[in-house]
């Protein structure tokens, strides 16, 4: 275990997860899970960036872990927490919070784009999401974040307040903080809405159809995809600039059916959007149900989950602690004798 480098990765418990979470995010880290020591955190304190209903955050924050495992997480290799179990995420926050150009912050694309969909109750939490993502990497001394393209902003966001505003500043010699990779897969990373191809598949979308979730029934899956939006042309296409839905569900097509873009573009070259609607359904339908199947069970055994949690909790805890007492110390902050 120690030679493995690290990972770190999370969700935030907005509500239920998506067919973009799982093909952009939990995928990647089931198939890194082996290869790197893994730490995946359930970001409940992200959750109130936006309105929430706390019986729901409770809800959703237990049915996120679960879904973790249920989408191939080995609880036996892998630490998976509840960020905010961990005092340390909001500490370093503040810390980084005192350390970053505003400027630096007003480049943000997530907070323009969600800021747009909050209206007048943009929170200064929203305003601070990507510090606190810096706080939760930069916290376990992470080698590599797994992320969809979405986040690969914040990322680099976290690298350079790491950089330049605690190594370089505070430190001439040993770096303070690591300094974190991103991993992004080349399929999958972008996963669009149904109803607008242009625009990302997200749990804040106020349209239920424009996403597929992971705990979707059939009905609602064929529902969904029935109503998914085409186009005029005949056949699907991946590289067509004037068809992103095309794009879309065929890369979904592409990584559930396990098979090359090129073989999907050639089979369907001439299919109609009725049928492979239907074949696309069909294999959602198929792909879907073996992770509903295990989320049943978990969800039944509270006392299981809460056990990994406890597991989790601790392991992570450890490192946590240990960089934020390295930081604080470098900083100048007054360490009491024993
Ligand atoms: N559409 C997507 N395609 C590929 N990857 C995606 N991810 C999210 N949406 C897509 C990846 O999932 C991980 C966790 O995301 P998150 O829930 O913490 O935050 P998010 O990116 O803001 O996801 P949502 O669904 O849009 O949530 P809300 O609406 O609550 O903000 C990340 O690795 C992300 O890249």
Redesign the pocket.
């Known amino acids: 275990m120690k030679n493995k480098k690290r990972i770190l990765?999370?969700?935030?418990?907005?509500?239920e997860?998506?067919?973009?979470?799982?093909?952009?995010?939990?995928r990647n880290w089931v198939t890194l899970q082996e290869q790197y020591e893994t730490f995946l955190c359930v970001?409940d304190l992200?959750?109130i960036t936006?309105e929430h209903n706390p019986k729901e955050l409770t809800q959703n924050t237990l049915s996120t872990a679960a879904l973790y495992i249920a989408c191939g997480i080995d609880p036996n290799i892998c630490s998976i927490f509840v960020q905010s179990h961990i005092p340390a995420h909001s500490e370093l926050c503040w810390i980084l919070n005192c350390m970053t150009p505003i400027n630096w912050m007003e480049r943000m694309i997530?907070f323009k784009e969600?800021s747009i969909q909050q209206g007048n109750n943009v929170s200064i939490g929203l305003f601070n999401y990507p510090i606190l993502m810096a706080a939760d990497i930069l916290l376990y001394d992470a080698d590599y974040?797994?992320?969809?393209?979405?986040?690969?902003q914040h990322l680099e966001l976290a690298r350079d307040i790491a950089q330049q505003r605690i190594n370089a500043k505070f430190s001439k010699e040993k770096d303070i903080l690591k300094i974190p990779q991103p991993i992004i897969m080349k399929s999958?990373?972008?996963?669009?809405?149904l109803i607008d191809g242009s625009r990302?598949?997200?749990?804040?979308?106020p349209n239920e159809g424009s996403?597929i979730n992971l705990l979707d029934t059939p009905e609602i899956i064929s529902k969904k995809i029935k109503r998914a939006k085409s186009d005029s042309y005949i056949g699907l296409e991946f590289n067509n600039p004037e068809r992103p839905e095309s794009r879309n569900l065929l890369m979904i097509y592409s990584i559930l059916s396990g098979k090359e873009i090129s073989q999907c573009e050639k089979e369907f070259s001439e299919t109609g959007w009725g049928t492979f609607k239907k074949l696309i359904t069909e294999q959602l339908i198929e792909s879907l149900s073996p992770i509903q199947e295990k989320y049943k069970v978990l969800i039944n055994d509270p006392h299981q989950l809460n056990n990994i949690l406890i597991e989790g909790k601790e392991k992570a805890d450890n490192l946590a602690k240990k960089t934020l007492k390295r930081v604080k110390s470098k900083l100048g902050f007054f360490e009491m004798g024993k």
């Not at 990765?9 to 509500?15: D, F, H, N, R, Y």
């Open positions: 990765s999370g969700v935030q418990p907005t509500g997860l998506h067919l973009g979470n799982w093909l952009g995010a939990i970001v992200h959750a936006a997530q969600k974040v797994p992320v969809g393209e979405d986040q690969k999958g990373s972008k996963i669009m809405s990302k598949m997200s749990k804040s979308d996403r």
